[in-house]
């Protein structure tokens, strides 16, 4: 059975940084079209960032320059680096992954997702 986990999730101040983890204990993460996403209760699911099997990133435009998606391959786990936390970041993150070799940033493009973890920035 397929599954992720994510983790790292906290609430923290603005201008502040997390480090979320995705870990997938049933499949190769770096064969992989690998991505976050985040939703709040008044927005639709959107995406934050993604990672390709050949290592290509793609970001979100609201994202770009402070966040940054990797897979620890050795680990077999995907992260996602987040600096210069604003408030409007605070959503639950979750973590998806594809296989066609493609990696859009698109929620429907995605077929597995993980529970989720909440991020909480303050002001």
């Known amino acids: 059975q397929v599954y992720l986990v994510e983790s790292g999730g906290a609430s923290v101040q603005a201008g502040g940084s997390l480090r979320l983890s995705c870990k997938a204990p049933s499949f190769s993460i770096p064969s992989a079209c690998m991505g976050w996403f985040r939703q709040t209760p008044w927005k639709e699911r959107a995406g934050v960032a993604s990672?390709?099997?050949?290592?290509?990133?793609t970001y979100a435009e609201s994202v770009q320059g402070r966040f940054r998606i990797y897979k620890a391959k050795h680990e077999n786990t995907l992260y996602l680096e987040m600096d210069g936390l604003k408030t409007e970041d605070t959503a639950m993150y979750y973590c998806a992954v594809r296989w066609p070799k493609t990696c859009p940033l698109f929620p429907k493009y995605f077929n597995i997702w993980g529970q989720g973890t909440q991020v909480t920035v303050s002001s």
């Open positions: 990672v390709a099997s050949d290592d290509t990133t």
